[in-house]
């Protein structure tokens, strides 16, 4: 759902498309008391409609390109909590493994994510731990966006996604660097 | 010395928990989001009486022999929706280090909103009835009061943003003060073209 109020630039959109409804239910009113009270209804549902659509925005929004010095190959494995192994991607000097906290809506609004980090933390450690030149970081909550954060603080060449296929996808439309996705339990 | 070093390292340790909070929603994005819910349950509730004393108890609107005053309210939501496109000019001019701008934009909303409350006051002076004259009146006045007040906190905050316009307090880089104030304006804004709507046309 869009949030209209979420910067002032979309408050005043906002403000806009209520001020042209207005002027359509004024018009019909002029009309007809009824014939104003049916477009008013028309005019909420459209603005409830345009409210619940995805913003554009989100698919315009520019990929995320990435790098390292020379001489490393920087690999970011993307685990989903509680993956139990994944093996040594090939010609990686350095490995980030990033663990989304991954929480329900319900936790993500309330922010009740401790729980969450914690399983987090535990599989990202865990993880680390199995592979040389490794460390584990726990992410956002969501996993597009965790990989997101990853590439801005870390950078990398190449990204390795354990498990969800659809998280890959999603990850590739993202990202200009390249996505490999592994079955979870047993990754690259 | 054992136990004061121990009382030491107790004491480094002794702060809150690092806070930390889903990035899917940021603080203030979700404080945005439950103050609008609050306050559409506000103005739904005199949304809600506004509507069943008028529909369900069939009260016409406005009750005979008293009159709306639909022209001069007119004119002030002419007024208030120009004063969103000012605080809109003002935050524009501020992100391009147009301080002018801002001071402009912010000394004019605010003018602009006083001069809305003002004629809302004499017009609440001219109208004829009160509030106890009936279920229409009570409505009225409950309904365009509740949104006066509302305009009053949004020229508190308008003052206290225009003050820190002139000293400036507010950059490029940040404004955040200008763009959550803007927002409030503009929820105010977005609320008396809806009231005007429903109390004045309709």
Known sequence: MRNPLRSETEAFGFVLVVLVGAVVIIGAAYVNTWVGVAAAVVVVAGIVWWLFREPAETARQ??????????THRVLILAPPGTGAVSKPAAATEI???VP????????LTGAVDDRRADAEATAQRLASQLPHARGE???????????????????DQIVVVGDRQTAELVRGRVTVPVASAPSGNAV | MAAAAQAEHLHEH?????????SRVSPSVLGMFLFIASEIMLFGAFF????????????????PPYHLPVYVAFINTCILVTSSFT??????????G?????????????LMGLTFLITQAIEYSRIGFNTSDGAFATIFFCLTGLHGAHVFVGLTILLFMTIRAFRGHFSPEHHHGVEIGGIYWHFVDVMWIVVFTTVYIL
């Open chain 1, 62 to 71: 520019p990929k995320l390109a990435s790098g390292t010095p020379a001489g």
């Open chain 1, 96 to 98: 980030v493994v990033v």
């Open chain 1, 101 to 108: 906290a991954l929480a329900s809506t319900v936790e993500a």
């Open chain 1, 138 to 156: 726990v992410g956002a909550d969501d996993p597009v966006l965790a990989v997101e954060d990853a590439l801005r603080e870390f950078g990398a």
């Open chain 2, 14 to 22: 002794e702060h809150p928990p690092e806070p930390h909070y889903s």
């Open chain 2, 48 to 63: 809600t009486a506004y509507f069943f004393v008028r529909v369900v108890n069939g009260v016409p609107w406005p009750t």
């Open chain 2, 87 to 96: 605080v809109h000019w003002s935050l524009q001019s501020i992100k391009r």
């Open chain 2, 98 to 110: 147009n301080h002018f701008g801002l001071q402009a934009g912010l000394l004019l909303t605010f």
